[in-house]
């Protein structure tokens, strides 16, 4: 178990407090996780991601933490490597100070910003949504159903 400073006890008791059941913390290892969706129902969520906080020594003096996002649901690698590249420059930004729950707010409010089906339709195979529009204006219609598997179609396609 890695011998934390007592800064980063408190860090961690508090993100405890305010995420639940919601974060996990293997201690062995020093890697605090939670699972990233936008806000709302689980129907209205067009993708998740499991954000990965692994603790070095020395943080948050004098290092950030490492940043990975996993087992990715209805991101595309650009909508992905974007939100790994604004996470880190959250933590770099960050340096000195407690950051954890701040790097979960941020991808979350990420997730909240970019929530909208990517890739085609899985019957007509027309894109549902142009990079950036969440609005649902392209395609043949703009109301979206996702399945569990976060595979999205058009509702007049059903």
């Known amino acids: 178990m890695p011998e934390w400073i007592e800064e980063v006890e408190l860090e961690l008791e508090a ?13 062995p290892t020093g890697v ?9 129902t689980a129907q209205e969520a067009y993708s998740q991601c499991l954000l990965q906080l692994t ?3 020395g943080y948050p003096e004098a290092a950030a933490p ?3 996002l996993q ?3 209805g991101l595309g690698s650009s909508r ?13 930004g960050m340096l000195g100070e407690m950051m954890l ?18 890739g085609p339709c899985i019957f007509c ?3 549902l949504c142009t990079a950036g529009s969440s609005s649902g204006s392209s395609g043949s219609s703009g109301a979206y159903m996702r399945l569990p598997c976060f595979h999205a179609f058009h509702q007049s396609c059903f």
Not at 15 to 27: I, K, V
Not at 32 to 40: A, E, F, H, I, R
């Open 15 to 27: 993100l405890r407090a305010t995420y639940g059941d919601d974060l996990s913390l293997d201690e």
């Open 32 to 40: 605090v996780s939670m699972l990233l969706q936008p806000s709302g």
């Open 55 to 57: 603790l070095p020594s």
């Open 66 to 68: 490492g940043i990975a």
């Open 71 to 73: 087992d990715a649901r």
């Open 80 to 92: 992905l490597h974007t939100l790994q590249g604004l996470l880190q420059r959250e933590a770099d």
């Open 101 to 118: 729950g701040q790097l979960f707010e941020c991808g979350r409010d990420w997730l909240n910003d970019n929530n909208w089906p990517e």
């Open 125 to 127: 195979l027309e894109e």
